[in-house]
């Protein structure tokens, strides 16, 4: 087991981003309303029905803005790969922040444009959870 490779970076990623992922959707678990169990099953649908019809339209829109966070926040924390594997393992943030490392060597035009096409992909992300969102609050009305 090395650590200082992609399973050590599951590792460390994984015990900040799954305790802050849980944080995220508790809210999103305390809307589900243990009556609407009881009224599906009064109105004779199974445990499947159930799931599709009323529990998937209620945490997939949490999931999606959760998981939206969590990428950004894994995205934005490039000195744990940077400190973990060094030179190694590439990511788009990784990148930057070599190109910014203000050496000689520094090429700054690439990096910002780096940083335009992450922000870009960070800007469409949350659009399209946006875009989930209010599709939920329309079905929900």
């Given amino acids: ?13 994984s015990f900040f981003e799954i305790p802050m992922g849980i944080l995220f959707l508790y809210p999103t678990f305390e809307e589900i309303d243990h009556g ?8 004779g649908a199974n445990n499947w029905f159930f799931l599709k019809k009323v529990i998937y339209p209620v945490l997939i829109p949490g999931l999606v803005e959760t998981l939206i966070i969590l990428f950004a926040n894994s995205m934005g924390t490039y000195e744990t790969v940077f400190a973990l594997t060094g030179n190694n393992i590439t990511l788009i943030s990784t990148i930057i922040g070599t190109l910014i490392g203000g050496e000689l060597s520094s090429n700054i035009p690439l990096a910002c444009a780096l940083s335009v096409i992450f922000g870009l992909m960070m800007v469409a992300l949350v659009i399209l959870g946006n875009l989930l969102v209010k599709k939920r609050q329309l079905e929900s009305k």
């Fill in 1 to 13: 087991m090395n650590i200082y490779s992609w399973f050590g970076l599951v590792i460390a990623y």
């Fill in 36 to 43: 609407w169990k009881e009224a599906s099953e009064t109105l």
